[in-house]
């Protein structure tokens, strides 16, 4: 029978104790190594993102198309006669859109004539008068490109100059 245990003694030998730096040195290498690679990955990613993403064609210039002669019609007053001369030029950016301009010119500039022809000398007198008559030319240009089968990017249509008598 073995001898009992004394105070001095110990009943069970005592296991060297195992240092833990060795296994946290460990752990930080793995978790060092696993963020390093999920960065390296996501930087990848990223950049594979980037160049699969086209990039934005560059805008066109605008392209100016001048209505020569000028406009000069005759005002749909009631009181007296009165006249609208009008320089007008067309923006576009549309290189399509150029070409059927030039194309329906005509077409174009009897329409502006008959819209010009309609206004009143009092509906002019005022800037949001003219705002509205430039946005009515650009939709009766729009209207007659898109019933010809042509493309129809009018941008706007400009008064450089515009006279009321």
Do not use: C
Not at 55 to 75: D, G, H, I, M, T
Not at 129 to 137: P, V, Y
């Amino acid at each position: 029978m073995p001898a009992p245990a004394t105070a001095t003694q110990p009943a069970v030998p005592a296991k060297p104790k195992r240092r833990l730096w060795p296994l946290l040195l460990i752990l930080v290498v793995v978790l060092a190594g696993a963020g390093g690679g999920g960065w390296w990955w996501w930087q990848g990613r990223q950049q594979a993102d980037a160049e699969a993403t086209p990039a934005k064609p560059a805008r066109l210039p605008a392209q100016y198309v001048a209505l020569e002669p000028s406009f000069v019609v005759n005002l749909a007053d009631d009181d007296a006669v009165r006249y609208l001369q009008a320089d007008v030029q067309l923006v576009t950016r549309d290189p399509a859109t150029l070409k059927a301009l030039e194309t329906h010119g005509p077409s174009i500039r009897n329409r502006l004539l008959l819209l010009f022809g309609q206004q009143q000398s009092r509906q002019l007198a005022q800037r949001a008068g003219k705002e509205r008559l430039q946005q009515a030319a650009r939709d009766e240009v729009r209207a007659l490109l898109k019933a010809e089968g042509e493309p129809d990017k009018v941008e706007a249509v400009i008064f450089t100059s515009l006279v009321t008598q």
